[in-house]
């Protein structure tokens, strides 16, 4: 009878507990998640505002630098005359001081300059108002005047600010020239650290940090130690003006961006949930708390309803299942509840009675599974012989003497085993010297167009098996496989672990024969298998029914089809070493 387990007590248990905790978890979850978007949106506008005001700060100075940048382009005598060819020393010199001079008083009203230069390329003249800190002036000079020799490099620098890498550090680049000819200019330099460096305090909350960032998300400001070396923004995220949560490994942040359009380059304030979240922590500490308290009064109900009704009942079903599956020993113990004690001890006098009525049906069954058993196994015998006496015969027409002594003498060695043995199972290696010898005599019959192989992984020649298990398919084989035309035919037997669970062995019959029809190979592999007579794969049935009772579920047999041609078996079975399986 199948038991619907919806109507059980336990089902009803659970379904009840959770009508009253699950609604309860909900509301909490909702107002905790409620107050949190509330904190994350408030903080978003806030930090929003004060991010896009500092960014639109940054591009108006930007814009001032390039528009006296311009002024001296246009206007300055001493920027043409510093590029002019013929100069005198005198005259240079005081060109390029009060360039620079104009362009120090602008730097001084500009903090977030690093440098202004002014380069002439066609006398390779390069004045600087000054040395960045932390970079080699060396290397500046050599990437500026490298960078406007070609036109091809310089066309991107003439018309807007952009991000540039010297000498391992981040700078926003703007440069200016007169468009006539392109052979002197004037620039500048920014380290995007002194960006954020010229924001000065934003009270940002602890754990906070403000980063740059260009368009593919790569920061270009200094991490601070709290971030990984790997950090970075990502870029789907940087084209608009927004805030979002983010995971840096084991950390989640969250994140408020801006993006100046002007140069590409992205501002972004990051703060720690943990700091977000801090003034959250009692009405989450209530949250968690809560379905805790309400579980432990659910407990201490369920522990009292499983002691008093649901484990007598659990007993009783348990005892009921295993005394289906066979087993006659279980005993229910007593019960304080008088109902459940009456109910125990007629179960257990029930199966007493059980006990003694399966002992003499079990002991019945058994005689006939071994009665049955032997008859199947000796079902083999007279068939291999019949065969073996056929091809001594035809030995004998062909008046092949020594090849009939050669037969007859495995025939011998073969037959002596046979009479002799009285087990039910042998070796694997016994098995496989049985097979060797009826092969043996194929070989002497037919000669240079047979071929046959034994292969055996180590220890397996010492494995138990039932005997003749594996003699029907060599046979069988031979028998449906060869061809009449005299085509070479070759067999192979193997035995190995490979492939299969630990604790089972995989033994496989190959041939290069006929073959078979996909209906007989389907055939074969049914459970149902029987063959229409005696004569028509009689063997493989007789195997199959012996591996069913000796191993059940733990042997398989499965056919195929041998690649390029013919037909092979294998036989999957526990591996059992040093172990009879039947009494003698």
Same mark, same amino acid.
């Given at each position: 009878?199948?038991?619907?387990?919806?109507? @059980?007590?336990?089902?009803?248990?659970?379904?009840?507990?959770?009508?009253?905790?699950?609604?309860?978890?909900? !509301?909490?979850?909702?107002?905790?998640?409620?107050?949190?978007?509330?904190?994350?949106?408030?903080?978003?506008?806030?930090?929003?505002?004060?991010?896009?005001?500092?960014?639109?700060?940054?591009?108006?100075?930007?814009?001032?630098?390039?528009?006296?940048?311009?002024?001296?382009?246009?206007?300055?005598?001493?920027?043409?005359?510093?590029?002019?060819?013929?100069?005198?020393?005198?005259?240079?010199?005081?060109?390029?001081?009060?360039?620079?001079?104009?362009?120090?008083?602008?730097?001084?009203?500009?903090?977030?300059?690093?440098?202004?230069?002014?380069?002439?390329?066609?006398?390779?003249?390069?004045?600087?108002?000054?040395?960045?800190?932390?970079?080699?002036?060396?290397?500046?000079?050599?990437?500026?005047?490298?960078?406007?020799?070609?036109?091809?490099?310089?066309?991107?620098?003439?018309?807007?600010?952009?991000?540039?890498?010297?000498?391992?550090?981040?700078?926003?680049?703007?440069?200016?020239?007169?468009?006539?000819?392109?052979?002197?200019?004037?620039?500048?330099?920014?380290?995007?650290?002194?960006?954020?460096?010229?924001?000065?305090?934003?009270?940002?909350?602890?754990?906070?940090?403000? !980063?740059?960032?260009?368009?593919?998300?790569?920061?270009?400001?200094?991490?601070?130690?709290?971030?990984?070396?790997?950090?970075?923004?990502?870029?789907?995220?940087?084209?608009?003006?927004?805030?979002?949560?983010?995971?840096?490994?084991?950390?989640?942040?969250?994140?408020?961006?801006?993006?100046?359009?002007?140069?590409?380059?992205?501002?972004?304030?990051?703060?720690?949930?943990?700091?977000?979240?801090?003034?959250?922590?009692?009405?989450?500490?209530?949250?968690?708390?809560?379905?805790?308290?309400?579980?432990?009064?659910?407990?201490?109900?369920?522990?009292?309803?499983?002691?008093?009704?649901?484990?007598?009942?659990?007993? /009783?079903?348990?005892?009921?299942?295993?005394?289906?599956? @066979?087993?006659?020993?279980?005993?229910?113990?007593?019960?304080?509840?008088?109902?459940?004690?009456?109910?125990?001890?007629?179960?257990?006098?029930?199966?007493?009675?059980?006990?003694?009525?399966?002992?003499?049906?079990?002991?019945?069954?058994?005689?006939?599974?071994?009665?049955?058993?032997?008859?199947?196994?000796?079902?083999?015998?007279?068939?291999?012989?019949?065969?073996?006496?056929?091809?001594? =015969?035809?030995?004998?027409?062909?008046?092949?003497?020594?090849?009939?002594?050669?037969?007859?003498?495995?025939?011998?060695?073969?037959?002596?085993?046979?009479?002799?043995?009285?087990?039910?199972?042998?070796?694997?290696?016994?098995?496989?010297?049985?097979?060797?010898?009826?092969?043996?005599?194929?070989?002497?019959?037919?000669?240079?167009? =047979?071929?046959?192989?034994?292969?055996?992984?180590?220890?397996?020649?010492?494995?138990?098996?039932?005997?003749?298990?594996?003699?029907?398919?060599?046979?069988?084989?031979?028998?449906?496989?060869?061809?009449?035309?005299?085509?070479? =035919?070759?067999?192979?037997?193997?035995?190995?672990?490979?492939?299969?669970?630990?604790?089972?062995?995989?033994?496989?019959?190959?041939?290069?024969?006929?073959?078979?029809?996909?209906?007989?190979?389907?055939?074969?592999?049914?459970?149902?298998?029987?063959?229409?007579?005696?004569?028509?794969?009689?063997?493989?049935?007789?195997?199959?029914?012996?591996?069913?009772?000796?191993?059940?579920?733990?042997?398989?047999?499965?056919?195929?089809?041998?690649?390029?041609?013919? =037909?092979?078996?294998?036989?999957?079975?526990?591996?059992?070493?040093?172990?009879? /399986?039947?009494?003698?």
């Amino acid at each position: 009878m199948t038991l619907n387990k919806t109507r @059980g007590l336990r089902s009803r248990f659970i379904v009840l507990f959770t009508a009253v905790t699950l609604p309860l978890l909900l !509301l909490l979850f909702v107002a905790g998640h409620y107050a949190r978007q509330v904190v994350l949106t408030q903080v978003a506008n806030s930090y929003q505002n004060l991010v896009n005001s500092n960014l639109h700060m940054i591009d108006r100075s930007l814009d001032d630098i390039t528009t006296n940048m311009v002024y001296i382009v246009d206007h300055d005598d001493n920027f043409q005359k510093f590029g002019r060819s013929g100069l005198s020393d005198s005259d240079y010199f005081f060109a390029k001081t009060e360039l620079l001079q104009r362009n120090s008083a602008y730097r001084s009203y500009y903090h977030t300059v690093d440098m202004f230069y002014i380069y002439a390329r066609n006398n390779d003249l390069f004045a600087a108002t000054n040395v960045i800190p932390g970079s080699d002036h060396d290397e500046v000079k050599a990437w500026i005047t490298g960078s406007l020799q070609s036109a091809e490099a310089r066309v991107p620098l003439l018309y807007k600010w952009s991000i540039v890498r010297i000498g391992g550090q981040n700078f926003l680049h703007r440069v200016v020239s007169d468009d006539s000819n392109n052979d002197t200019f004037i620039g500048a330099l920014i380290n995007v650290n002194t960006l954020k460096t010229a924001l000065g305090d934003l009270n940002l909350r602890e754990g906070g940090d403000v !980063l740059f960032a260009g368009e593919d998300g790569t920061v270009l400001s200094e991490l601070s130690p709290k971030f990984h070396d790997d950090f970075r923004l990502p870029a789907d995220k940087l084209t608009t003006n927004t805030s979002f949560s983010y995971t840096d490994h084991a950390s989640k942040l969250f994140i408020i961006t801006s993006r100046s359009v002007e140069n590409g380059i992205s501002m972004a304030v990051v703060l720690p949930y943990s700091e977000l979240l801090r003034s959250l922590k009692n009405f989450q500490t209530a949250i968690n708390v809560l379905p805790i308290f309400v579980f432990l009064i659910l407990l201490v109900y369920l522990f009292v309803f499983r002691k008093i009704i649901y484990r007598p009942i659990l007993q /009783l079903l348990v005892a009921i299942r295993r005394t289906k599956d @066979g087993d006659r020993d279980i005993k229910l113990p007593g019960s304080p509840v008088l109902e459940f004690d009456i109910i125990n001890h007629t179960f257990n006098d029930m199966v007493e009675e059980i006990k003694d009525l399966k002992i003499d049906v079990y002991e019945e069954r058994l005689n006939v599974q071994k009665a049955e058993f032997k008859h199947l196994q000796t079902q083999i015998n007279p068939h291999f012989f019949l065969n073996t006496m056929n091809i001594i =015969f035809q030995l004998a027409d062909m008046k092949r003497y020594e090849l009939v002594k050669k037969t007859v003498r495995h025939m011998v060695q073969y037959f002596r085993f046979i009479l002799g043995a009285s087990r039910d199972t042998i070796t694997l290696g016994d098995e496989l010297a049985h097979i060797r010898n009826y092969l043996e005599i194929q070989k002497l019959r037919y000669q240079e167009s =047979f071929e046959f192989d034994i292969d055996v992984e180590q220890e397996l020649p010492a494995a138990q098996v039932p005997s003749l298990i594996v003699q029907p398919f060599v046979e069988n084989a031979m028998l449906h496989g060869m061809s009449v035309r005299g085509e070479p =035919f070759t067999l192979s037997v193997t035995a190995s672990r490979s492939g299969v669970p630990e604790g089972q062995m995989c033994i496989e019959v190959r041939d290069s024969g006929k073959g078979t029809t996909p209906e007989m190979l389907a055939d074969l592999s049914s459970e149902n298998y029987a063959p229409a007579s005696e004569d028509n794969h009689i063997g493989i049935w007789n195997v199959k029914r012996r591996l069913a009772m000796r191993y059940g579920y733990r042997a398989t047999i499965s056919f195929f089809h041998n690649e390029p041609k013919g =037909f092979g078996v294998r036989l999957c079975l526990p591996i059992e070493i040093g172990k009879e /399986l039947d009494a003698k």
